[in-house]
C-alpha cells in the first residue's frame, strides 16, 4: 500500500443518511474544514456498531474543532436509515452515513476487501485543503476508539497550525511539544 498522507481526496459523489433525510455528498464537502473519514465493513454487524456508537457520543468534541466526521461502508444510505430506525446505538448518529454500493469510495481511499465487497476498518483525516494527514487502518475483529482519534486530529490541528513545532508521543492538548532542531539530535 502506497501511502495517503498528504495526497488530495480522490473525487467522488455519494448519497448519505444524515439526520432523517438523504443528502448529496461529495470531495468537495472534504474542504474547508476539517474531516474524519471513518470506514466499516458493513450496517447490522457487531464491531461496527460500537464504533459508530463512540463516534456518536464524541461527536460534540469534533464539532467543537471544526470536525466533520463521515462513516462510510459499501452498505446502501437505504440500509443506514433501516439501522438507524432499528437500533438504539445508531439512533444516536448526527453524523452523515455514506452509502458506497459500488465501493468507488472505499478503493479510492485503499481499503477495499475484494473478495468480500466491503471495507476495511480505515479512518483518514484530511486538512482543510482536502489532504489527508492520518491513515489508520485496523483488521476487522479491532474496534477504534474515537477519544484517540480526537487526541489525534488535535495533534494534527496543532500542527497545522505551529508550522515549526510536532507532537511528540501520547501528546495531549496543551502538552509541550517540540521545536526539531540540531540541538536535540541524539538528546531525546
Not at 46 to 56: M, R, S
Not at 63 to 76: A, C, M, N, P, R
Not at 133 to 142: M, R
Request: hydrophobic share 40%; proline share 5%; with cysteine.
Amino acid at each position: 500500500m502506497s501511502t495517503y498522507i498528504n495526497t488530495e481526496v480522490k473525487p467522488f459523489t455519494a448519497t448519505a443518511y444524515h439526520n432523517g433525510q438523504f443528502i448529496q455528498v461529495s470531495d468537495a464537502d472534504l474542504k474547508g474544514k476539517w474531516s474524519v473519514v471513518f470506514f466499516y465493513p458493513a450496517d447490522f454487524t457487531f464491531v461496527c456498531p460500537t464504533e459508530l456508537g463512540d463516534l456518536a457520543d464524541n461527536y460534540a468534541e469534533f464539532q467543537k474543532l471544526g470536525v466533520e466526521i463521515y462513516s462510510v461502508s459499501t452498505d446502501t444510505h437505504f440500509t443506514h436509515k433501516a439501522w438507524h430506525d432499528t437500533s438504539d446505538t445508531i439512533k444516536k448518529i448526527q453524523y452523515p452515513m455514506i452509502g458506497d454500493p459500488t465501493g468507488v469510495i472505499t478503493r479510492n481511499f485503499g481499503v477495499m476487501i475484494e473478495e468480500a465487497g466491503l471495507a476495511d476498518r480505515g479512518t483518514f483525516v484530511i486538512d482543510p485543503e482536502g489532504k489527508i494527514q492520518i491513515v489508520e487502518i485496523n483488521a476487522g475483529g479491532i474496534g477504534r476508539d474515537a477519544l484517540e482519534l480526537l487526541r489525534k486530529v488535535k495533534a494534527a490541528q496543532y500542527v497545522a497550525s505551529h508550522p515549526g513545532e510536532v507532537c511528540p508521543a501520547k501528546w495531549k492538548e496543551g502538552d509541550a511539544t517540540l521545536a526539531p532542531s540540531l540541538d536535540l539530535v541524539g538528546k531525546i
